[in-house]
């Protein structure tokens, strides 16, 4: 943990670094949102509190690439923590939006914030809604992409949903070469991921 997230959070200064999303210059956001996403790992009341997830939806549309990538970011760490599920689950369309967007960063930070904001069921009923599976399955298939991990464990979720898996079961094949990929850690997810589309009631 970078020095300093734990003085901050003790100096309560998350609700007004918070609140500077909204009026600082875009480096001086680009800095608070690197400073939320150190604090937010260690806790996150007092930013959900402040009503940091609408103001980082807002964010997620900003024209700033970096800010964009940053906000999704910061997402993922409040999605980390029990408390913020529900909150989080709110930005699921438009961080589906995202899984298209044209720099592979913001894809790769939107998918991870994405997996996380999928873990309660509504999460998963918004995200199919939302139209996540077909950009999931794109970012599945290629083979440098940075979200890859992300979108198999979070296509893997979907796949608990019977809608979900009716969908998948089509696409066994996206996930039937990712057996072959050289991260072990792509490998086991993929045949999790198989497992979990292919299971029977």
């Known amino acids: 943990l970078p020095l300093g997230a734990v003085d901050i959070l003790h100096a309560r200064l998350i609700p007004l670094l918070v609140f500077k999303l909204k009026t600082e210059s875009d480096e001086i ?15 996150a009341s007092e930013a959900l509190a402040a009503g940091a997830v609408t103001i980082l939806k807002e964010k997620l549309s900003h024209s700033s690439v970096a800010i964009r990538s940053k906000a999704a970011w910061v997402l993922l760490e409040i999605g980390t923590h029990p408390e913020a599920k529900s909150e989080v689950c709110e930005v699921v369309p438009v961080l589906v939006g995202l899984l298209e967007d044209s720099d592979p960063e913001v894809q790769a930070s939107a998918t991870g914030a994405l997996m996380f904001a999928i873990v309660k069921p509504q999460g998963r009923f918004s995200a199919l809604g939302a139209g996540a599976v077909p950009p999931l399955l794109k970012l599945v298939a290629e083979e440098t992409s940075q979200a890859r991990l ?8 979907l796949a608990e949903l019977p809608g979900g898996r009716r969908t998948l079961l089509d696409h066994i094949g996206t996930f039937q070469q990712c057996l072959d990929d050289p991260c072990e850690a792509v490998k086991r997810a993929a045949k999790i991921a198989i497992s979990v589309i292919e299971w029977k009631p």
Not at 29 to 43: A, F, G, K, P, Y
Not at 150 to 157: D, E, F, G, H, V
């Open 150 to 157: 992300s979108a198999i464990k979070t296509l893997t979720m």
């Open 29 to 43: 956001q680009e800095l608070i949102l690197n400073t939320l996403s150190d604090c937010l790992r260690v806790e």
